[in-house]
């Protein structure tokens, strides 16, 4: 169209396909990868694995209580995190903003957690 207006052509910039996802998880992880880093808190690969096999369902209530429990221990002065409830824990790593692990209340009774300097309550 701006060639036949102005009669010059614009170079054409190379366009990157990516390939079609594999099925709707890796789609859907995507998606809520780009999501969440946009939200100030992220999921490694690891943890949404693991949340997935674990039939954890993150949903923006529990990003909304992740943000809020990283936000308090950074006040304190905290690195790496247990953040837990009830039914579900999960290990944060303070400065990079991002989930490293989730577990479920199964096996939350048998775990030991080492390296972390701080707990919160969801």
Not at 35 to 45: P, Y
Not at 95 to 122: C, H
């Amino acid at each position: 169209m701006i060639e036949r207006i102005s009669g010059q052509r614009q170079p054409q910039q190379a366009v990157q396909h990516r390939p079609a996802a594999a099925g709707g998880f890796e789609a859907a992880l995507q998606q809520e990868l780009s999501r969440q880093a946009a939200d100030g808190v992220a999921f490694s690969k690891h943890a949404m694995s693991r949340a997935e096999e674990r039939g954890i369902e993150i949903t923006p209530s529990l990003i909304d209580q992740l943000k809020g429990s990283m936000v308090r221990a950074q006040a304190k002065g905290a690195t790496n995190i247990l953040a837990m409830d009830t039914e579900k824990a999960f290990i944060i790593n303070v400065p990079s903003a991002k989930v490293i692990t989730a577990i479920t209340q199964d096996e939350m009774k048998d775990s030991v957690f080492t390296n972390i300097d701080g707990a919160v309550f969801l």
